[in-house]
């Protein structure tokens, strides 16, 4: 053929190829229009999650609530690698889609023929992979454990062309997921609206339209406009992976029946490149949630082998086959193995069989109340709580509890006191009447006559549902009958007493006298203080937050008597506004931080100089929010421009001076050596407050428990700007802080950002989502709520403490904690912190449930001085803490409409003596096992 001839068909047939391919983005190449064979959606809503939509003839998208499942035969792709791919949809009404993921899914589905959510037995729902019962992959575990990344999924976010004249609308698809399921590690494609709630600007009106509900059609429809894929593949790859090298095992400190694998991705022979791996123990195939992720060659992997009820004490036999993106399976490796024996630790007596008095005599029906002057009296544990108008408790007790209990026996009038060295020990004294005088106590060693000091203070009576309940402790010495703080229609009298026992007192029981006075009355109460051979560290093992939206002026009173009860007072310094708090933040020019007025008001918090004459010492802050967020120190409406994605929305500019500002605020704690407390960046922003106008907020996001996937990628924005300006610095207590209620929908976007994690109570439906996260990446786990209402049983701060703890987290935070002159007319739930009612520059009143914070802090450095003299993991003593008690709880909200609820954990059936015989048998325990 002539050259030129030749020359001008070539080009004539690359103008056709291109102009054929060109709606798709895709070369003239081998590209392949493959069917959508299977599809349905599922529902995260309520009663929802039971039903499924395989027989729909639409799909639905609608953020975390509503998304779709699609799978393709990929047979015909195997052994060619993918070079682009793309997903069609034909939308409903030519209604566009906005963004869109598509995720792997890690485990098999079945498509049903259900409708309008019907519970279809087989079928797959967002609860369960096969109604009624099937877990998607672990135990309890439901449709988010197996894609977004989740059970070692793929996923990209990407998005779509407009919406053509007959309706449809594509997206590009990672060729990870492609390959995924062409290599059998994924079952088919998740299809999930990545905007979320979308919102209109006009002007300084903000309008938000939550969750608009998007449709697409399925394959039900008809054939003419169900959803296909178009797959352009590139070179063929018929050549299987090199052999997984380098395998080793361990399973040290880790629960029964459990291991870590840990080898070497091999390289891949041919052009695709490593994908995963196909794992069997004993010839039975390990699920795809939880063998890991093979795509980078010569990189160490880790799978954790669990939830497979391995036996221990004899070997199993691991074989990995490294996948390729071709599907190609290479040779096997294979590795003999044990898995662990470990089981909860178990004490000598178990805490059921110790469930009796630990004072007095069991037979105390024929006693009465004792007589101090005119009054009758007993004495209760601290955390008891009476409505003070009947005198009857509001948990249910043995009909002989108030004559008879783990601290009282009224029939020989003894107490039983019993803790640790600077250990803080209660118990309230209850009298019969209204009693107008203060009550006064002083505790004699007999032996050595040495009298160790004792705070009274007064319950002070607040009007709940009709009862009168003892919520603030007042001080005596500021306790004036006829005040304000009296209540003349309460019929009891209720006195709370506290001691913090010496470090330098001997362990062992020491006979003591208890004097209580009222008025010229006084009457004398044979004690015994018990002392365990340990002592309460000074510095707290796990974290009470106390976290507060501002402070009254007399602010160093607030963080004192937080340090004072071992909880941590942390105030966030701005508002949504973007306004920061008078003094709360450097002045900054824009390069450098004049920190010199700053450092003044806050530095006595972080060098612990405000606290060296607390019973702690002079043990610094443990947390503290920084000023920095997104309005501070650099403004963002100018910086700014409207879009749902941060790396669209914030320019250049803004982006090097926040990353200058948090080198610079890293750079002081570092100079400064502020290394024991934990420095928050946190972002407060949500921006439904722009619903009152766009100035009334900053935040474009939702960036405190953030809803949609927009808005964790807006936090992963400003964790990666943070993370640039502090890395190098070396300041490693200066951390990206964040708060998360749906830790299902974070996806890894926030990995390796994250030092300090605030989560919901979701992290008990999803533990796995969090903790496994957590240990990943090294970060403190936080769990958020709501304290009990007064109402309600003072046991659940010291319940939520240990409860916490029992699970693996680093503390917990009640979102709210600073009351007002509200809080002593009515039942304040946020008021555990009270200002005083007579003088606005008086120190604070604490609440009883600050001290029940208090309580369970305290338990739980008795539960890790456990773990430390056995040189067990948190699990093993948690563990058989979760066994014993019974932790029968339920979330229930706390009526907030106009936000979201944080809820509070309630929990039903605990009370002051399960955890005190909690603490004698750690205690004990302690003191039998051998130091070393």
Same mark, same amino acid.
């Given at each position: 053929?002539?050259?030129?001839?030749?020359?001008?068909?070539?080009?004539?047939?690359?103008?056709?190829?291109?102009?054929?391919?060109?709606?798709?983005?895709?070369?003239?190449?081998?590209?392949?229009?493959?069917?959508?064979?299977?599809?349905?959606?599922?529902?995260?809503?309520?009663?929802?999650?039971?039903?499924?939509?395989?027989?729909?003839?639409?799909?639905?998208?609608?953020?975390?609530?509503?998304?779709?499942?699609?799978?393709?035969?990929?047979?015909?792709?195997?052994?060619?690698?993918?070079?682009?791919?793309?997903?069609?949809?034909?939308?409903?009404?030519?209604?566009?889609?906005?963004?869109?993921?598509?995720?792997?899914?890690?485990?098999? %589905?079945?498509?049903?023929?259900?409708?309008?959510?019907?519970?279809?037995?087989?079928?797959?729902?967002?609860?369960?992979?096969?109604?009624?019962?099937?877990?998607?992959?672990?135990?309890?575990?439901?449709?988010?454990?197996?894609?977004?990344?989740?059970?070692?999924?793929? %996923?990209?976010?990407?998005?779509?062309?407009?919406?053509?004249?007959?309706?449809?609308?594509?997206?590009?698809?990672?060729?990870?997921?492609?390959?995924?399921?062409?290599?059998?590690?994924?079952?088919?494609?998740?299809?999930?609206?990545?905007?979320?709630?979308?919102?209109?600007?006009?002007?300084?009106?903000?309008?938000?339209?939550?969750?608009?509900?998007?449709?697409?059609?399925?394959?039900?429809?008809?054939?003419?406009?169900?959803?296909?894929?178009?797959?352009?593949?590139?070179?063929?790859?018929?050549?299987?992976?090199?052999?997984?090298?380098?395998?080793?095992?361990?399973?040290?400190?880790?629960?029964?029946?459990?291991?870590?694998?840990?080898?070497?991705?091999?390289?891949?022979?041919?052009?695709?490149?490593?994908?995963?791996?196909?794992?069997?123990?004993?010839?039975?195939?390990?699920?795809?949630?939880?063998?890991?992720?093979?795509?980078?060659?010569?990189?160490?992997?880790?799978?954790?082998?669990?939830? !497979?009820?391995?036996?221990?004490?004899?070997?199993?036999?691991?074989?990995?086959?490294?996948?390729?993106?071709?599907?190609?399976?290479?040779?096997?490796?294979?590795?003999?193995?044990?898995? $662990?024996?470990?089981?909860?630790?178990?004490?000598?007596?178990?805490?059921?069989?110790?469930?009796?008095?630990?004072?007095?005599?069991?037979?105390?029906? $024929?006693?009465?109340?004792?007589?101090?002057?005119?009054?009758?009296?007993?004495?209760?544990?601290? !955390?008891?709580?009476?409505?003070?108008?009947?005198?009857?408790?509001?948990?249910?007790?043995?009909?002989?509890?108030?004559?008879?209990?783990?601290?009282?026996?009224?029939?020989?009038?003894?107490?039983?006191?019993?803790?640790?060295?600077?250990?803080?020990?209660?118990?309230?004294?209850?009298?019969?009447?209204?009693?107008?005088?203060?009550?006064?106590?002083?505790?004699?060693?007999?032996?050595?006559?040495?009298?160790?000091?004792?705070?009274?203070?007064?319950?002070?009576?607040?009007?709940?549902?009709?009862?009168?309940?003892?919520?603030?402790?007042?001080?005596?010495?500021?306790?004036?009958?006829?005040?304000?703080?009296?209540?003349?229609?309460?019929?009891?009298?209720?006195?709370?007493?506290?001691?913090?026992?010496?470090?330098?007192?001997?362990?062992?029981?020491?006979?003591?006298?208890?004097?209580?006075?009222?008025?010229?009355?006084?009457?004398?109460?044979?004690?015994?203080?018990?002392?365990?051979?340990?002592?309460?560290?000074?510095?707290?093992?796990?974290?009470?937050?106390?976290?507060?939206?501002?402070?009254?002026?007399?602010?160093?009173?607030?963080?004192?008597?937080?340090?004072?009860?071992?909880?941590?007072?942390?105030?966030?310094?701005?508002?949504?506004?973007?306004?920061?708090?008078?003094?709360?933040?450097?002045?900054?020019?824009?390069?450098?931080?004049?920190?010199?007025?700053?450092?003044?008001?806050?530095?006595?918090?972080?060098?612990?100089?405000?606290?060296?004459?607390?019973?702690?010492?002079?043990?610094?802050?443990?947390?503290?929010?920084?000023?920095?967020?997104?309005?501070?120190?650099?403004?963002?409406?100018?910086?700014?421009?409207?879009?749902?994605?941060?790396?669209?929305?914030?320019?250049?500019?803004?982006?090097?001076?926040?990353?200058?500002?948090?080198?610079?605020?890293?750079?002081?704690?570092?100079?400064?050596?502020?290394?024991?407390?934990?420095?928050?960046?946190?972002?407060?922003?949500?921006?439904?407050?722009?619903?009152?106008?766009?100035?009334?907020?900053?935040?474009?996001?939702?960036?405190?428990?953030? $809803?949609?996937?927009?808005?964790?990628?807006?936090?992963?924005?400003?964790?990666?700007?943070?993370?640039?300006?502090?890395?190098?610095?070396?300041?490693?207590?200066?951390?990206?802080?964040?708060?998360?209620?749906?830790?299902? %929908?974070?996806?890894?976007?926030?990995?390796?950002?994250?030092?300090?994690?605030?989560?919901?109570?979701?992290?008990?439906?999803?533990?796995?989502?969090?903790?496994?996260?957590?240990?990943?990446?090294?970060?403190?786990?936080?769990?958020?709520?709501?304290?009990?209402?007064?109402?309600?049983?003072?046991?659940?701060?010291?319940?939520?403490?240990?409860?916490?703890?029992?699970?693996?987290?680093?503390?917990?935070?009640?979102?709210?904690?600073?009351?007002?002159?509200?809080?002593?007319?009515?039942?304040?739930?946020?008021? !555990?912190?009270?200002?005083?009612?007579?003088?606005?520059?008086?120190?604070?009143?604490?609440?009883?449930?600050?001290?029940?914070?208090?309580?369970?802090?305290?338990?739980?450095?008795?539960?890790?001085?456990?773990?430390?003299?056995?040189?067990?993991?948190?699990?093993?003593?948690?563990?058989?803490?979760?066994?014993?008690?019974?932790?029968?709880?339920?979330?229930?909200?706390?009526?907030?409409?106009?936000?979201?609820?944080?809820?509070?954990?309630?929990?039903?059936?605990?009370?002051?003596?399960?955890?005190?015989?909690?603490?004698?048998?750690?205690?004990?325990?302690?003191?039998?096992?051998?130091?070393?």
């Amino acid at each position: 053929m002539n050259r030129v001839l030749f020359s001008c068909a070539t080009t004539l047939l690359a103008v056709v190829a291109f102009v054929f391919f060109e709606s798709d983005s895709l070369s003239a190449q081998d590209v392949r229009k493959i069917p959508v064979n299977r599809d349905t959606w599922l529902s995260s809503v309520q009663q929802e999650r039971l039903g499924s939509n395989g027989g729909a003839a639409r799909l639905k998208l609608k953020s975390y609530q509503e998304m779709s499942i699609v799978d393709f035969d990929a047979s015909s792709l195997k052994g060619r690698v993918i070079e682009k791919a793309y997903l069609h949809l034909n939308v409903v009404d030519k209604k566009r889609l906005l963004r869109l993921t598509t995720s792997s899914i890690s485990a098999e %589905w079945f498509e049903g023929n259900a409708t309008g959510y019907g519970q279809e037995e087989g079928a797959s729902t967002f609860q369960f992979r096969q109604l009624p019962d099937v877990p998607w992959s672990y135990p309890n575990s439901d449709f988010t454990s197996v894609i977004l990344g989740s059970g070692n999924s793929w %996923w990209g976010s990407f998005e779509p062309t407009d919406v053509d004249e007959k309706g449809w609308q594509k997206v590009e698809v990672s060729p990870q997921v492609i390959a995924a399921r062409i290599a059998g590690l994924s079952h088919g494609f998740l299809i999930f609206d990545d905007v979320g709630s979308e919102w209109k600007r006009t002007g300084d009106k903000f309008e938000v339209f939550p969750f608009p509900n998007r449709y697409i059609y399925s394959r039900q429809q008809n054939a003419s406009v169900a959803p296909y894929f178009t797959i352009q593949v590139g070179a063929e790859d018929r050549q299987a992976p090199q052999k997984p090298t380098g395998l080793v095992s361990d399973s040290a400190e880790l629960p029964a029946g459990e291991a870590i694998v840990r080898w070497k991705t091999p390289s891949d022979i041919g052009p695709g490149g490593p994908l995963g791996f196909e794992v069997h123990i004993d010839n039975r195939r390990v699920p795809l949630y939880l063998v890991p992720k093979g795509d980078l060659a010569d990189q160490m992997v880790e799978m954790h082998v669990r939830d !497979l009820g391995l036996e221990s004490g004899r070997s199993h036999l691991l074989t990995v086959a490294a996948i390729d993106r071709a599907g190609n399976v290479g040779e096997a490796a294979t590795l003999n193995f044990e898995v $662990s024996k470990l089981e909860a630790w178990q004490p000598q007596r178990s805490l059921s069989t110790s469930l009796q008095n630990i004072a007095g005599s069991s037979d105390q029906k $024929s006693a009465k109340w004792p007589r101090l002057g005119n009054f009758e009296f007993t004495i209760l544990d601290e !955390l008891d709580k009476l409505n003070l108008k009947d005198g009857k408790l509001l948990s249910t007790r043995d009909e002989n509890y108030e004559i008879s209990n783990h601290l009282w026996a009224a029939l020989n009038q003894s107490l039983t006191l019993v803790g640790a060295k600077k250990e803080w020990i209660a118990f309230q004294v209850v009298l019969k009447g209204n009693v107008t005088a203060n009550l006064s106590a002083s505790l004699m060693l007999e032996a050595s006559k040495q009298e160790i000091p004792l705070n009274v203070g007064r319950y002070a009576p607040i009007s709940q549902g009709g009862a009168l309940i003892g919520d603030p402790i007042v001080p005596v010495s500021r306790w004036k009958a006829g005040s304000s703080l009296d209540n003349q229609t309460a019929n009891y009298s209720c006195f709370h007493v506290e001691m913090h026992i010496p470090a330098a007192l001997a362990p062992g029981k020491h006979a003591a006298t208890l004097k209580l006075s009222l008025g010229s009355d006084a009457v004398a109460i044979k004690t015994q203080l018990q002392v365990w051979d340990l002592e309460i560290p000074n510095k707290l093992s796990f974290l009470p937050e106390m976290n507060s939206y501002g402070l009254p002026a007399n602010e160093l009173d607030y963080y004192r008597l937080a340090h004072r009860h071992r909880t941590v007072l942390n105030r966030l310094p701005y508002y949504h506004n973007g306004r920061v708090s008078e003094g709360c933040a450097p002045e900054w020019n824009g390069s450098k931080m004049d920190w010199s007025s700053w450092d003044k008001r806050f530095s006595p918090l972080l060098t612990g100089q405000a606290f060296a004459d607390l019973e702690r010492g002079g043990v610094p802050i443990e947390c503290f929010y920084l000023p920095l967020f997104e309005n501070w120190p650099i403004p963002i409406e100018p910086n700014y421009k409207e879009s749902y994605w941060a790396d669209d929305a914030l320019n250049a500019s803004y982006r090097k001076q926040f990353e200058l500002a948090s080198q610079e605020i890293a750079t002081h704690v570092k100079e400064k050596k502020w290394q024991e407390t934990i420095f928050h960046f946190y972002l407060n922003g949500k921006n439904n407050f722009k619903e009152r106008g766009w100035s009334r907020s900053t935040s474009p996001w939702i960036l405190d428990e953030p $809803s949609h996937y927009q808005d964790f990628d807006a936090l992963r924005w400003f964790g990666e700007a943070f993370q640039h300006g502090t890395q190098g610095v070396g300041a490693k207590n200066v951390v990206f802080r964040t708060d998360v209620s749906r830790p299902e %929908w974070q996806r890894e976007v926030l990995d390796g950002l994250v030092g300090y994690a605030v989560v919901s109570s979701a992290v008990r439906r999803y533990p796995r989502h969090v903790l496994d996260r957590a240990q990943n990446n090294g970060e403190l786990v936080v769990e958020y709520g709501t304290s009990n209402r007064l109402d309600q049983s003072n046991i659940q701060p010291e319940a939520w403490c240990v409860d916490a703890w029992s699970m693996g987290l680093n503390g917990v935070l009640p979102w709210q904690t600073i009351g007002n002159a509200e809080s002593w007319k009515s039942g304040d739930e946020l008021a !555990l912190f009270y200002p005083d009612p007579e003088s606005d520059s008086a120190p604070p009143i604490p609440s009883i449930r600050l001290k029940a914070y208090r309580r369970g802090q305290q338990d739980i450095e008795y539960l890790e001085l456990l773990c430390q003299r056995l040189k067990a993991p948190r699990w093993r003593v948690g563990g058989w803490v979760r066994q014993s008690m019974d932790w029968s709880s339920v979330r229930e909200g706390t009526g907030i409409q106009d936000a979201e609820d944080a809820g509070r954990v309630k929990y039903n059936n605990l009370n002051p003596q399960d955890f005190a015989n909690l603490r004698r048998i750690v205690a004990e325990s302690i003191q039998l096992t051998p130091n070393g």
